[in-house]
Every structure is written in C-alpha cells, then in structure tokens.
C-alpha cells in the first residue's frame, strides 16, 4: 500500500524552520491565468475573463451555464482556480450562430473582465502560466536561512511535486482509488470525473516519490546518467548523451529531466535514471499495476519547475510573495520548500 502524499518527500534545499497561514482572507491568494496567446477574434468559442471570489471553477461555470441557458459542456477551461481566493480565468462558451456577445447579469461572486471570439474551444492546460499574489500571515520560526534558500530557487528552480490537492482534503484519494478501481464492479459504476481524479492521484504518488528518492541520491543540479529530457513549456521529449551543452542547456532552465508518469509504453530514461524508475515501481506494485490493467499510457513531466519573477517582502510578520508559475506547476509544493502552511485542503487549488 501507498504511503500517505507528502510524507517523507526529499527537497533539494534545507527547509527553515518557518510556519504560517494562507488564505486567511480570499484577498490574500491571488491568481491570474495567463493564457499566452490571443484569441483569433472570430469563430463561435466566446472566450471571457471572469474574476470569481470564494468559487470553485466547476462552481462557476455552473452559474454561467445557467444564466445563459448552456449546457456546462459547451463551456471550456484550461485550469481548475482555486477557491478561497480572489482568481481571474478564461472560459470559453460555444455560441454557434451568434454575433453579438451575450448580456451577462450581475453575480456578487465574479465579473466578466473581457470578452473575444476564437475558433476552437478552451482546453484543459493550454494556458501558459499562473501569477500569485499571495500573503502569508502569522510567521514564526528563524528567518536567517530564508534568503538563501530563495536564491538557490531562483537559481536552480524547484522540485516539481504534484501538490497535496492531487491527494484529497484527507490525503486518501489513493487510498482510496486501490480500493475502488482493482474492484471491475465498482470500476464500471464510477463516474467519468471520479474514475479520472483517481488515476491522477495514481500516477502522482509514483511521480513524487520518483522525483524524491532522485533527489535523495543527490541528482538535482546536474541531469542523470540516462535521462531522458523534456524542453521547458513543452511536452516534446528527447533523449542525449550528457554532453557539456546538455548541461548549459540544463543549468538554465531550456531542458529538464523527464520523469515518467508512469502507464504502458517503452520508457524513455536509462542506465541510472531507469533503475530508479523501476526501483520506486516495483516497491509501489499495487499502483503500477493497476495503472497496467487499466491500460493508462505513460507520460512524462519535468523534475524541476521555475519560480518566475520570485519577489518575498517581509514586514509586520506577514510573507508578501510574488511569483509566475508554468501550467500544471503547484504553488504549495513551492511553498513547501521553506515554510510549513499546515497543509490546509484548500492551499492550491479547488476545494
């Protein structure tokens, strides 16, 4: 059986002795999705900027959908936003045979910021990053190590950990998806969402603990014998000898080690990568076998993220922190590298 998400992992860096709160106020976690691309300004996807407070995304394409009559399936997205916060987001509204934008009635939860017609529907991680305005309140513990620790982020980026909402409010959604999907019976009656939620916990407890037991043999600063390599911002994976120019290319950020999320297919990695891989596979059996039965493909997903514009003020014994991260990079799991949040359910992502 899996152990608990979270528990154990490894971290590049020393983490300092820091606790604190977020999301003492909604005002206090601030999201803004960056699409990274304009839309074409003609076809029949209306896309809008919506800013929602205190809403879940699946909250609030439920009241779009009924103020304007859709089904929630013509409405698209690129990311889940999370709840206890002030977020702007794009949606997307397939409105075929429409000219004119529909009137949107006033919500006391969100507002519609902008609005352009595109040609194809907004689609789950098109978009290119997230900023955070966030504060964390309530410091305490030594501050001395917290600048450092900073920099050796901004330097060498941050291990790209799926972040604790992937586990469920109690931790146990693999747990949880062991018991139900090795049952066929149980497996059939699931629905699409759940059946979904699940084998990404799956497949995330496998990442993690990959990633972790990598940095636990010191490959963090430089790639591994054997990697396989995934350009930054990108899905395209390669596979090169280390060479000096694979190692620039490493140290600033244009590649990064690609590590499995793991289903059927030929793995890419080798030598010393590969033997880790398969180390952490074969101990988690119940995992990379079920993942096996239900026929899921292997992907892959890079073990570093970037802290883009990272900006840390101190002052009244609150944390200001700034920062831009890629899409599908979790802000707990950069948090979780120099302060203790406590975990809470809602610390990155829907709740």
Known sequence: MASPPDQDLVFPYPKPALTGVIKSDPEDFKVNEQLGFDPSGSGEHLFIQVEKRSLTTRQLIEHIARDLDLSPRAIGYAGLKDKQAVTRQWLSLHLPGQRQPPVFSEHPAYRVLERAWHDKKLRIGVHRSNRFEVVIRDIHGELAQLPMIIEQIRQHGFAN???????????????????????????????????????????????????????????????????????????????????????????????????????????????????????????????????????????????????????????????????????????????????????????????
């Open 161 to 351: 950990y799926f972040g604790q909402q992937r586990f469920g409010q109690r931790g146990d959604n693999v747990t949880q998806a062991l018991q139900v999907l090795s049952n066929r019976r149980k497996r059939k009656r699931l629905a699409r969402d759940k059946r979904s939620l699940y084998i990404s916990a799956l497949r995330s407890e496998l990442f993690n603990r990959i990633l972790s037991r990598r940095i636990g043999q010191a490959s963090w600063l430089e790639p591994l014998q054997g990697d396989a390599f995934i350009l930054d911002g990108s899905h395209s994976i390669f596979t090169s000898a280390i060479d000096p120019d694979i190692c620039r290319r490493y140290r600033q950020f244009d590649i990064h080690s690609a590590i499995s999320l793991y289903g059927l297919g030929e793995a890419r990695p080798s030598q010393q990568a590969l033997a880790i891989e398969q180390a952490v596979i074969a101990d988690l059996m119940d995992i990379s076998r079920l993942l096996e039965d239900l026929q899921i493909k292997r992907g892959y997903r890079a073990n570093r993220a970037v802290a883009r514009h990272l900006k840390l003020d101190y002052r009244a014994n609150s944390l200001t922190m700034s920062v831009e991260l890629a899409a599908g990079s979790y802000l707990t799991s950069l948090l979780d590298h120099f302060i203790d949040t406590g975990k809470h359910p809602a610390a990155a992502g829907e709740a």
